[in-house]
């Protein structure tokens, strides 16, 4: 059974105001996922993904399969989203790659009220760490260039060239690096990928709606809660109640 999130106003922190007196937070370590969560970037990715296919004669996907480009590691995404044939899907990554970084940039941004919801969380020393399957340089480069790095603890991203970087696999080392105790941290993410990796190693998981997962991929993977904007994600981090639904 999840939760979706009972909004109450008088502790949305994410404006100034503090959770009500006495209300404990739910977690002192929040782990969240960048695209889809943090960041709008999917027009950003898609701009470089039609590029990637033009430049390689290939015919582009139309906009309902280029959305679910968003969420997996790249390879992934040109091989089982995309379909791009495997012999050429290294070639279709590593054009990715080199155009992503003068590429759609100014198409992306942060979602209304993430930067504000940072910020409140570091004044009550929550820790704030980022698993993505971006790569690690890439991932900082777009906190920094979208004004989020300075509310962010802990990065923890893809390695070039190393394909077995899935979520999972990320998470448990975000874990490790941390040292927290799994019962006082939470993976926020929009995508089933998010979910399934932090069910698969034992942590509270929270599915947003806001991004480019819809209701019944994230229920697929039970989640504590689900939530459906960012303000909701706020409250329920700065000591927000939920109801079963």
Excluded at 223 to 244: D, M
Aim: glycine share 10%; charged share 30%.
């Amino acid at each position: 059974m999840y939760n979706f999130l009972k909004f109450n106003p008088s502790v949305f922190c994410a404006h100034g105001a503090s959770k009500r007196k006495g209300e404990p937070l739910l977690y002192s370590t929040v782990l969240f996922d960048l695209d889809g969560t943090l960041i709008e970037s999917g027009p950003g990715i898609f701009a470089v993904t039609r590029e990637v296919l033009k430049d390689m004669g290939l015919e582009g996907p139309d906009d309902e399969r280029i959305r679910k480009m968003v969420g997996p590691p790249l390879r992934h995404s040109f091989r089982d989203v995309i379909g791009v044939p495997e012999e050429r899907v290294e070639e279709a990554a590593q054009k990715y790659m080199a155009k992503a970084k003068t590429v759609g940039l100014e198409l992306i941004k942060p979602y209304p009220g993430v930067v504000d919801m940072l910020k409140a969380l570091k004044a009550q020393g929550v820790r704030r760490g980022i698993v993505t399957s971006k790569l690690t340089p890439t991932a900082k480069m777009h906190l920094e260039r979208y004004g989020l790095i300075d509310y962010i603890d802990y990065v923890r991203g893809g390695i070039e060239g190393w394909n077995g970087a899935n979520k999972e696999t990320l998470l448990r080392q975000a874990i490790e690096d941390l040292g927290a105790d799994k019962k006082d941290i939470v993976m926020v993410g929009d995508r089933l990928f998010d979910l399934e990796a932090a069910a698969a190693v034992g942590v509270d998981a929270i599915g947003v709606l806001y991004g480019y997962g819809d209701e019944a991929e994230l229920k697929a993977y039970s989640p504590k809660y689900i939530v459906k904007s960012v303000n909701e994600l706020s409250t329920l981090l700065c000591g927000g109640k939920a109801e079963n639904k």
